[in-house]
Antibody, heavy 120, light 109 residues
Framework: QVQLQESGPGLVKPSQTLSLICTVSGGSVSSGTYYWSWNRQRPGKGLEWIGYIFYSGSTNYNPSLNGRVTISVDKSKNQFSLKLSSVTAADTAVYYC????????????WGQGTLVTVSS | QSALTQPASVSGSPGQSITISCTETRSDVGGYNFVSWYQQYPGKAPKLMIYDVSNRPAGVSNRFSGSKSGNTASLTISGLQAEDEADYYC?????????FGGGTKLTVL
């Protein structure tokens, strides 16, 4: 049973880069079975897909984030990460890592989520 | 640009059935069958309830069912219980992109 746990700074200054890590247990980021994803939820709002990475390194990002997203995998630590550059207050959200098997058409399970606030 | 539209809120009494709709604005969505549904309690992570339109993951109650007709997918909860009160989100996977609906707040009266 795969379990996910997000970690990273809870406060980021405007124009800086938001960096989060998702630690995977019960599964391997090197497995050809899984897609590793990031989603977010602004306070009081709905869910938003950020992007995903496959074990091969291929990625797919939400075009609405205008090229600010990078998702990568660290096989040695069994982790995957999110970097979101040039953040503004609009990027304040709870960030969730999630996974899916075989195809990225659903997410199960999700991490518990971590709140990142963008503020000076 | 496509979008998924859900009602902001629905309500029902214990024991009743309710249906939450999820309509995609693109006319070609009817050919896709990658619709999923998530339940989210306040302050908690979403939980997968239905995938690929009508499939239930292991452990999800059979009171939850999904269907799709044309551009509209639906989540039906039968035998409504107090514990079903939560937010529900639909999601679609189309052309390698993932969309979420705006969410529906279910109130159990």
């Amino acid at each position: 049973q795969v379990q996910l746990q997000e970690s990273g700074p809870g406060l980021v200054k405007p124009s800086q880069t938001l960096s989060l890590i998702c630690t995977v247990s019960g599964g391997s980021v090197s497995s050809g079975t899984y897609y590793w994803s990031w989603n977010r939820q602004r306070p009081g709002k709905g869910l938003e897909w950020i992007g995903y990475i496959f074990y091969s390194g291929s990625t797919n990002y939400n075009p609405s984030l205008n090229g600010r997203v990078t998702i990568s995998v660290d096989k040695s630590k069994n982790q995957f990460s999110l970097k979101l550059s040039s953040v503004t207050a609009a990027d304040t959200a709870v960030y969730y890592c999630a996974t899916s098997t075989s195809a990225p058409n659903w997410f199960d399970p999700w991490g518990q989520g971590t709140l990142v606030t963008v503020s000076s | 640009q496509s979008a998924l539209t859900q009602p902001a809120s629905v309500s029902g009494s214990p024991g009743q059935s309710i249906t939450i709709s999820c309509t995609e604005t693109r006319s070609d969505v009817g050919g896709y069958n990658f619709v999923s549904w998530y339940q989210q309690y306040p302050g908690k992570a979403p939980k997968l309830m239905i995938y690929d339109v009508s499939n239930r993951p292991a452990g999800v109650s059979n009171r939850f069912s999904g269907s799709k007709s044309g551009n509209t997918a639906s989540l039906t909860i039968s035998g409504l219980q107090a514990e079903d009160e939560a937010d529900y989100y639909c999601s679609s996977y189309t052309s390698s992109k993932i969309l979420f609906g705006g969410g529906t707040k279910l109130t159990v009266l």
